[in-house]
Each structure stands twice: as C-alpha cells, then as structure tokens.
C-alpha cells in the first residue's frame, strides 16, 4: 500500500487517496463496534434500541454509560465491551495516521539520502 524507502516520495493526491481510504476503513471499525455495543446493550442489558445506542456510544467514545446496569451479564458485558472499546480507539488512530506518519518518516529518509548524495 505504500511506497519503499527507496522509492519517491508519492505525489500528495495519492496521499489523500491514501488518508481517505484508511478514515473509511477506520469509519467502519468504529460502525462495527458500534453495532456490537448496541446489539448487545439491547439483547442483554434489556434497553431500548435508542438507550442501547446512547450507552454504546458513550462507551466507545470513552465516557462512560449513562443508564443503570441491573444484571450480572449486562454488567460482564459493559465490561467486555469498554475493554473492547478501548482497544478499537487505538486501532482506529493507528489505521488513521499510519498514512501520516508514513509519509512523515519517508520524506525525512529522502531528504536524509539528498545530504549523503
């Protein structure tokens, strides 16, 4: 997917086609774990289909849930699914600033190989 160290810096429109495609893969991460965290509020939690939505949200955005958990298993899946959460938050900044970074640390071997040149 991206170019090798020995090869020419690509030129930015690729770059961008780059960046878009990683934010639409990050984008549906982020909708799949949604999903999970919605499906499984409603089905195990008992909550609506909007307050399933709220507390998934809120959890994978890092905020904590909004409604009481009653149940042993609700409470072993907020559990899982903040754990979860977690761990799609750093997936998602890797997947959507390995172009950046890439780039970054490409252009400094480039220009590190124009000074010995």
Not at 9 to 21: E, S
Not at 67 to 88: E, N, Q, R
Request: glycine share 8%; proline share 3%; charged share 10%.
């Amino acid at each position: 997917m991206f170019e090798r160290k020995h090869q020419n810096l690509a030129p930015v429109q690729v770059f961008i086609k780059r960046l878009v495609t990683c934010i639409g893969i990050a984008v549906l991460l982020i909708v799949f774990a949604l999903f999970i965290g919605v499906a499984g509020y409603h089905w195990i939690a008992g909550f609506s289909w909007i307050d399933s939505l709220l507390n998934a949200s809120m959890i994978l955005g890092g905020m904590g849930p909004v409604d009481l958990l009653t149940s042993t298993g609700a409470k072993v899946f907020a559990s899982l699914y903040a754990l979860f959460s977690g761990l799609v938050f750093i997936a998602v900044l890797g997947i959507v600033f390995s172009p950046i970074v890439h780039r970054m640390l490409h252009k400094f071997h480039v220009a590190d190989e124009d000074l010995q040149a």
